[in-house]
């Protein structure tokens, strides 16, 4: 598929089904509970309703999910990424590790590999025209208003309202079940909330004009190109010291190890009964200044100076039942047991990184830069770009961010503001008149 046979404008509906094998287990079976719910239970067929729409995919991610897999990365590139997949270090010790094998904020159009760079950073790439995924060349895409996803959950908001509306009328006061209304308020709420916030993410992406960094200037641009490298260099990240788990030309990156602790512990009843979860030890972060390069030219970003940063999944995981070293077990051991009663059963390090190389979607501030860092780069100040950085702070309006993945990438995965406004305020406006009705 070619992304010059898509439509980026969805218009009012679109049907989406799963386009990942994982998802598509999930989905069919959401829709056998849906089956089995209209028949047995109504609670079943809600959380069907539930199921279907979180595993169904925004009006757009499938089309583009076809052009990436049609237009694969250069070599040079490839060359340069982790081994993809599951692999396993030592059955023994139950080591396993994990790189996904695809990923949403990776290119969707074929990117310019190293080979093809020019050793100056700032200059333009080949003839100096933006990259193939710029939204100068691609447009900003728009979601459908309403999608399967919209369709599930609407359909979920109703049956919930008319359960709880019918909790009110059957349950007498002061039994359990009375408080339904007030925890259908209070999902709404959360919901809303969370909605409110994607939908002012949203609408900064779609309604800010992308600019070229051959042009920008001093000011708060929407800027979206390629990770290179500038005369700081690459980071190569050693997670949690060990030599085994690295991860070479990063900018900017996360890490965090955790272990899953099991509790045993006995009710308010006296049954007993057993927990787990992971609880994060350690983590570190950090990045050094890199080149965003958008084929018109590079310029200059700091990402430790950036507040909301998103770099997609996780790059990598490593799993292991038992610690590094048995010194690190028996300590972490004693330690769990000392402050939570329980057993560590699981060692998890996870790692999150922008590389060299892979897309950036930035909105953030441009500032001129101090002429010393400009004199030790001997650059003459010949080209607007070099005289300029891009930093985080915030603007009136403006939400600094840095993201992996490009616009269209982003905003692919997205969904309508109706999806992710209008449907859990209706949760909450139905939330609220059964708790008015319950007064």
Same mark, same amino acid.
């Given at each position: 598929?070619?992304i010059?046979d898509l439509?980026l404008?969805?218009?009012f509906?679109q049907?989406?089904l799963?386009?990942?094998?994982q998802y598509?287990i999930?989905?069919v079976l959401?829709?056998?509970?849906i089956?089995?719910?209209?028949?047995?239970?109504p609670v079943?067929?809600?959380f069907?309703?539930?199921v279907?729409?979180?595993?169904s995919?925004?009006?757009?991610e499938?089309d583009?999910?076809?052009v990436?897999?049609s237009a694969?990365?250069p $070599?040079d590139?490839e060359?340069?990424?982790l $081994?993809?997949?599951?692999s396993i270090d030592?059955?023994w010790?139950?080591r396993?590790?994990?790189?996904?094998?695809a990923?949403p904020?990776d290119?969707?159009?074929?990117?310019p590999?190293?080979?093809?760079?020019?050793?100056n950073q700032?200059?333009?790439?080949?003839?100096?025209t933006?990259?193939?995924?710029?939204p100068?060349?691609?447009g900003?895409p728009?979601?459908?208003t309403?999608?399967?996803y919209?369709?599930?959950m609407l359909l979920?908001v109703?049956?919930s309202?008319i359960g709880?509306?019918y909790?009110?009328n059957?349950?007498p006061?002061?039994e359990d079940l009375?408080y %339904?209304?007030y925890?259908?308020l209070g /999902?709404g709420l959360?919901w809303?909330l969370?909605?409110y916030?994607?939908y002012?993410?949203?609408?900064q992406?779609?309604?800010t004009p992308t600019s070229?960094?051959?042009?920008v200037?001093?000011?708060n641009?929407?800027l979206?190109?390629?990770?290179r490298?500038?005369?700081s260099?690459?980071l190569?990240v /050693?997670?949690?010291?060990h030599?085994?788990r690295?991860?070479p +030309?990063?900018v900017?990156f996360?890490w965090s190890?955790?272990v899953?602790?099991?509790?045993?512990?006995?009710?308010?009843?006296?049954?007993?009964?057993?927990?787990?979860?992971?609880?994060?030890i350690?983590?570190?972060?950090?990045?050094?200044?890199f080149?965003l390069?958008?084929?018109t030219?590079?310029?200059?970003?700091?990402?430790?100076?950036?507040k909301?940063?998103?770099?997609?999944? #996780?790059?990598?995981?490593w799993?292991?039942n038992h610690g590094?070293s048995l010194k690190k077990?028996?300590g972490m051991?004693?330690a769990a047991?000392l402050?939570?009663g329980?057993n560590v059963?699981?060692?998890?390090?996870? /790692? #999150?990184?922008?590389?060299i190389?892979? @897309?950036?979607?930035?909105?953030?501030?441009?500032?001129?830069?101090p002429?010393?860092e %400009?004199q030790s780069?001997?650059?003459d100040?010949t080209?607007q +770009?070099?005289l300029l950085?891009?930093?985080?702070?915030?603007? @009136?309006g %403006?939400?600094?961010?840095l993201?992996?993945?490009?616009?269209?990438?982003?905003m692919g995965?997205m969904r309508?503001?109706?999806?992710v406004? %209008?449907?859990?305020l209706?949760?909450?406006l139905?939330g609220l008149?059964i708790?008015?009705?319950?007064?």
């Amino acid at each position: 598929m070619n992304i010059n046979d898509l439509d980026l404008d969805r218009g009012f509906f679109q049907f989406t089904l799963p386009y990942r094998w994982q998802y598509w287990i999930v989905w069919v079976l959401g829709m056998l509970m849906i089956l089995v719910g209209v028949v047995v239970n109504p609670v079943i067929c809600l959380f069907g309703l539930l199921v279907v729409g979180m595993s169904s995919p925004g009006s757009l991610e499938a089309d583009l999910h076809k052009v990436r897999k049609s237009a694969p990365q250069p $070599e040079d590139l490839e060359k340069e990424a982790l $081994e993809k997949g599951f692999s396993i270090d030592s059955w023994w010790m139950g080591r396993t590790s994990y790189t996904p094998t695809a990923d949403p904020s990776d290119w969707i159009l074929t990117a310019p590999g190293p080979t093809t760079w020019n050793e100056n950073q700032y200059l333009p790439h080949g003839d100096g025209t933006p990259l193939p995924e710029h939204p100068v060349k691609v447009g900003t895409p728009r979601p459908a208003t309403i999608s399967t996803y919209g369709i599930m959950m609407l359909l979920f908001v109703i049956g919930s309202c008319i359960g709880a509306g019918y909790i009110v009328n059957e349950t007498p006061s002061g039994e359990d079940l009375f408080y %339904i209304p007030y925890i259908v308020l209070g /999902v709404g709420l959360i919901w809303a909330l969370l909605g409110y916030f994607q939908y002012k993410m949203q609408r900064q992406m779609a309604d800010t004009p992308t600019s070229l960094v051959r042009s920008v200037a001093v000011g708060n641009p929407e800027l979206v190109g390629q990770v290179r490298p500038s005369k700081s260099g690459v980071l190569r990240v /050693v997670v949690d010291g060990h030599p085994n788990r690295v991860i070479p +030309n990063c900018v900017h990156f996360h890490w965090s190890y955790e272990v899953k602790i099991r509790e045993h512990y006995t009710d308010s009843e006296g049954n007993s009964k057993t927990r787990e979860y992971w609880k994060t030890i350690r983590e570190d972060g950090g990045g050094v200044p890199f080149i965003l390069n958008d084929g018109t030219g590079g310029i200059v970003v700091k990402p430790t100076t950036f507040k909301r940063t998103d770099m997609g999944q #996780y790059l990598k995981r490593w799993e292991s039942n038992h610690g590094d070293s048995l010194k690190k077990e028996l300590g972490m051991e004693f330690a769990a047991r000392l402050f939570t009663g329980g057993n560590v059963v699981k060692h998890r390090w996870t /790692v #999150y990184a922008l590389r060299i190389g892979n @897309p950036v979607y930035i909105l953030g501030t441009t500032r001129s830069r101090p002429q010393e860092e %400009i004199q030790s780069e001997g650059l003459d100040g010949t080209l607007q +770009n070099t005289l300029l950085e891009v930093v985080g702070e915030d603007a @009136p309006g %403006i939400k600094a961010t840095l993201q992996r993945g490009t616009e269209l990438a982003n905003m692919g995965r997205m969904r309508s503001s109706f999806e992710v406004m %209008i449907i859990p305020l209706c949760l909450t406006l139905g939330g609220l008149v059964i708790t008015l009705m319950n007064l």
